[in-house]
């Protein structure tokens, strides 16, 4: 009996999940098309726009999973409720707290297929979408491609003129420091890069080292060096955090860490992708305890702006909270689960008011 319950709650909330999302990710990805329509220019065209808009829809179902869950559940549920389908089921001795377990199981089936879309699928499509749009709109000038960019390793400091995605960084500046932050060497290479096995390598090397009684200059044609900096992290620190897996926030979370850098952006994005792919377990047993109420008798209308309501308030909350805890220098992890552990206690409130 409670096997053929699970089937049917699981296929009604799928199916109205998936219609929803559907529809959420069609007004996004027009929104999305509009946008980069705007700033079409040199050989970044229409049709560029069009595959640039595309390959985000990944992370944008990604993103907009929880607020479909939770409309799709109102939806699904509220048709069951409409037809006194859970009246029966209450009658036949099925108690709030099962029928609460049976409506988080497709919660479970949807945070497992939003784990993957997050973790394998939407971050390396999101990278690879903006890296094409970067290199289509500076054209294929090879001076203009890439990002100068600064990055520590320890007590050693590499100015990268250019970082191209083929780690390929041209004039490289490093600066080596003491234990006690005094300046022991310059070098400059006149063109660098990253091989097979992450070991830089450095083209007319030139450093100048500086001792208590004398300065030393050296040169070499091809210089070789090991620092812990590698294309996986250096690849990590250009892109956006959005572009990145959690595997990858926590490598480039890590390395930030050792080198005493700023990690709040990235603990901020790592916490708030953990609660938000967790609470949609959460979201269809809440539209189960508003359909056992008012919403029994209302129509999908009534539902869908319930849901929309719920589901715009918690994104924006979570959103707010996230940006407040960077420019506060709150704790990413509080700030994160804050907009969940609200959404949960409402939901235990309200399943127990039904009960």
């Not at 979201?283 to 305890?289: F, I, N, Q, R, S």
Request: glycine share 8%.
């Amino acid at each position: 009996m409670s096997s053929i319950l699970a089937a049917y709650l699981t296929r009604n909330v799928l199916a109205s999940s998936a219609m929803v999302l559907a529809v959420l990710l069609a007004l996004a990805g027009l929104f999305e098309l509009i946008a980069e329509l705007e700033d079409v220019q040199n050989d970044y065209e229409t049709a560029d726009a069009v595959l640039f808009t595309a390959l985000r829809l990944p992370i944008l179902a990604f993103e907009l999973m929880p607020v479909a869950v939770l409309i799709g559940s109102l939806l699904g549920l509220g048709g069951i409720a409409a037809n006194s389908e859970f009246i029966v089921m209450r009658a036949a001795g099925m108690s709030v707290r099962k029928l609460a377990g049976l409506v988080a199981l497709p919660g479970l089936l949807i945070v497992i297929v939003t784990g993957l879309l997050g973790e394998f699928i939407g971050p390396p499509l999101d990278f690879y979408a903006r890296n094409m749009r970067m290199e289509q709109r500076l054209g294929q000038e090879d001076d203009r491609l890439g990002n100068e960019t600064w990055v520590r390793d320890g007590d050693v400091f590499l100015h990268l003129e250019r970082v191209s995605a083929e780690f390929e960084f041209g004039t490289l500046y490093l600066y080596r420091f003491d234990e006690k932050n005094r300046l022991e060497s310059i070098a400059l290479a006149d063109n660098s890069g990253l091989d097979g096995d992450d070991t830089w390598r450095l083209e007319n090397f030139r450093e100048t080292r500086f001792f208590d009684d004398r300065v030393m200059v050296s040169e070499e044609s091809v210089a070789t060096e090991e620092f812990e900096v590698n294309a996986e992290l250096l690849g990590s620190g250009l892109a956006k955090p959005l572009s990145l897996s959690l595997r990858g926030l926590l490598s480039y979370i890590d390395y930030l860490k050792r080198n005493e850098l700023d990690a709040g952006q990235y603990e901020t994005e790592f916490w708030y992708r953990i609660s938000r792919t967790a609470t949609i377990v959460v979201m269809p047993v809440l539209a189960l305890a508003f359909v056992f109420g008012s919403l029994r008798s209302g129509g999908a209308g009534s539902r869908l702006m319930i849901g929309v309501v719920i589901g715009l308030s918690y994104y924006l909350a979570s959103e707010t909270l996230a940006n407040s805890g960077q420019v506060f220098d709150l704790d990413p992890a509080l700030v994160s689960w804050l907009p969940s552990g609200v959404l949960l206690l409402l939901t235990l409130l309200a399943l127990r008011r039904v009960n």
